[in-house]
């Protein structure tokens, strides 16, 4: 039994917001989006990229649609500042795109992050320092002002240094390490003070990044926090107010969306969340749940197979299956209701219309994935989702009681030999059902000819190895060749009869009809359907007869 934790842990300190407005907003238009990927995202790696695929994964982030990315920690290491050097020097940033990139609030960092940016079109710094009193007394050993000072100081050297390279388009981000654990009038103070330094402008804006460091509270709290310092801070028409959301709690992006309600106008964040402890805001979630609100999320995600692939190429991390949008079985049901459910929600889609799936609040077409995956098959699938399978895979549209019928085959496969069962293997186990059954009754031929009382047919058969010729008269065909094959015995009832036009071939044949015959046994009232595939659909429905008794013969 776990001990009491309340004299070890307390509830983080709500702020006094009684009039919050964030309630009542919705997210109408995407924020602008920092990609920390190549920064924040590999300082968390096992193994961290390398020059090429920090490469690669930055030109895969400009291919999304990102506009400001940050590259490196170029005071950290030779390896990000040469890294910086040569998207400047080899001239590999889009005109469109901004770098920025990463300096805690100390001179000789300052001027070799200033040193790293020469020559650069367009530029964001950004400083960073704590300013909690966690931070302030055990890891700085400084008080309030001693903070604000570092804070100041470092905002002024950065416009100095800046200023003697004036070919550059530089702005400033300034980002209090930890704010979410940081007293409000204390925020507020260093935010102004640095916003003063640096001469913002409407024209000038100073980038205010409020990152939730260490998450430490419920997503309303942080909310509450963004919202006080939106109204609280000066020069709001200077400033662009920045959240970057850790994921601590697991409610990183319900943080991000709250924010963004509560006055925030730009996220920091990872493509699949990756980051320091358990990662930042995942972008592509927060990006795709705004598209399904109707909100153009400026990212381009339609081919996220292609954004899952660089990823883990680069990163040397893997996508999780159950990913929100981006993973390989998001898409995917196995439940036989949620099947069932699918199955009639695509059946009843009209081209053009509202997105109104069951159990997919999302088209999956909108990220490049198709429809074929959507339906899995496993000892969990119930009728509709084998169904489904059939049909879009290999054209053939079961009656509801061949579903029925053919889903507790499917289910004693599955039981007893375990995992998933493919679009393939699923119809090898059809055809192996009701397709391939060669004894003991055998189809040789057969032909047609005009009788006074009706249809008349011709089989040529085998029954039981033996050759037969045998001839009926009926109402049609099926019906003459069932009385046909009393001659050598069968007595069998056709209780239902479809037949359809596959209009493709069947996979490995060259079948272009389908026939689906419900029989009972005249003896013992048995009843098995039949299902035939051929090139006639005269050929494909004694076909359908033959197995439907040859499947009687059996039991």
């Known amino acids: 039994m776990l001990i009491d934790p309340s004299y070890k842990y307390r509830p983080f300190p709500p702020i006094a917001l009684a009039d919050r407005q964030w309630p009542n907003r919705t997210i109408r238009q995407a924020p602008i989006w920092m990609s920390t990927d190549l920064r924040d995202g590999n300082q968390a790696l096992f193994e961290p990229m390398n020059a090429e695929r920090k490469l690669r994964l930055f030109r895969t982030l400009c291919g999304i649609g990102f506009k400001e990315i940050e590259v490196a920690f170029p005071s950290a290491s030779q390896t990000d500042f040469d890294f910086v050097r040569r998207l400047i020097d080899e001239a590999l940033i889009p005109d469109d795109v901004t770098i920025e990139v990463l300096s805690h609030a100390r001179e000789p960092l300052l001027r070799r992050t200033v040193e790293a940016l020469h020559g650069a079109r367009s530029a964001i710094v950004h400083i960073v320092n704590a300013t909690s009193q966690p931070f302030r007394e055990l890891v700085l050993g400084m008080s309030r002002d001693e903070v604000l000072a570092m804070a100041v100081d470092a905002v002024r050297l950065v416009k100095q240094l800046t200023a003697d390279q004036p070919q550059t388009q530089w702005r400033l981000q300034y980002s209090l390490e930890t704010f979410s654990a940081t007293e409000p009038d204390f925020a507020v103070e260093v935010c102004d003070a640095v916003s003063a330094v640096w001469g913002a402008t409407p024209d000038n804006k100073i980038i205010l990044n409020l990152p939730s ?73 927060l990006a795709l749940n705004l598209y399904t609100q109707g909100v153009a999320p400026g990212l381009d995600f339609s081919d996220i197979g292609k954004v899952v692939g660089d990823f883990e190429a680069c990163t040397g991390l893997s996508v999780p299956p159950r990913q929100p949008y981006a993973g390989e079985l998001v898409f995917t049901a196995f439940s036989g209701s949620h099947q069932d459910a699918i199955k009639k929600g695509f059946a009843a889609r009209q081209p053009d219309s509202v997105w109104n799936v069951p159990y997919l609040p999302f088209d999956p077409a909108d990220v490049g994935r198709g429809y074929n995956a ?53 119809w090898q186990l059809f055809a192996q059902t009701y397709l391939d059954l060669a004894k003991p009754l055998r189809y040789r031929g057969h032909q047609l000819f005009e009788h006074a009382q009706g ?100 039991d």
């Open 374 to 426: 959507v339906i899995r098959i496993n000892s969990q699938s119930g009728k509709g989702g084998i169904a489904h399978l059939l049909e879009s895979h290999y054209g053939v549209v079961l009656p509801r009681l061949l579903q029925s019928e053919f889903w507790r085959v499917v289910q004693q496969h599955a039981d007893r030999h375990g995992g998933e069962i493919g679009a393939e293997p699923l």
């Open 455 to 554: 249809q008349a047919i011709q089989l040529q058969i085998e029954w039981d190895g033996e050759p037969h010729a045998l001839t009926g008269v009926g109402n049609g065909p099926v019906d003459a060749a069932v009385l046909a094959l009393q001659g050598i015995g069968i007595e069998v009832t056709v209780r239902s009869y479809e037949e359809r036009s596959l209009g493709e071939s069947i996979k490995g044949g060259d079948a272009k009809a389908c026939a689906i015959v419900e029989i009972a046994s005249s003896h013992n009232q048995t009843v098995r359907y039949g299902v035939g595939l051929a090139d006639s659909i005269l050929t494909a429905s004694l076909g359908a007869l033959f197995s439907g008794v040859n499947r009687l013969s059996v």
């Open 213 to 285: 460091s260490v998450e430490t509270a419920t997503p309303n709290v942080y909310a509450d926090q963004i919202e006080w310092m939106h109204r609280h801070i000066a020069r709001r028409d200077s400033v662009i107010l920045s959240v970057h959301p850790h994921n601590d709690r697991g409610t990183a992006v319900a943080a991000a969306e709250l924010a963004l309600m509560a006055g925030a106008e730009r996220v920091e964040g990872c493509l699949f969340g990756n980051g320091e402890r358990t990662g930042n805001v995942d972008l592509v979630t």
